[in-house]
């Protein structure tokens, strides 16, 4: 089982720790953050692009499809009541990749679509919370 550890650091400032590597994120401003690491919405929107765009380019390397210049665009609108993201949309751009049949183009977009951050998302029914704290 995979295990990421969140600690604060004060002053609004996380870092989150996911084997031997380390991230920094912030709360917002109006928080008290002062703009130094990403906001944990925007690291989730950066672990969709991410993903798909490894998943494309590991696709692009067995198919021999030119990867280079590859751009994943993650465009979402804020919601409320309750606080969430929606009308997420996920481009992909591959403005070296000379894709002349759109069983290809349909092939990539299959990929791109099978993330494992979007299949979490699409499939997850609930996350459990457990809070502890000084008896």
Known sequence: MGKVTTT?????LFESEMGK??????????????????????LFM?????????LVTHFC???QLNAEGLK???DYEAA??????????VNVDL????????CTQKALKHVAEHCPVHETIVTVDK???TINTKS
């Open 21 to 42: 590597h380390r991230i920094t994120t912030e709360g917002p401003q109006d928080w008290g953050g002062k703009d130094r690491s990403p906001m944990p919405p925007q």
């Open 127 to 129: 996350i459990k919370f």
């Open 61 to 63: 390397q067995q198919h």
């Open 80 to 89: 409320q009541n309750p606080t969430r993201f929606e009308n997420i949309k």
């Open 95 to 102: 403005p070296n990749a000379q894709c002349d049949d759109s």
């Open 8 to 12: 604060y650091k004060g002053d609004m």
């Open 46 to 54: 950066a672990s969709i692009g991410s993903c798909v765009g490894v």
């Open 72 to 74: 994943v665009d993650v």
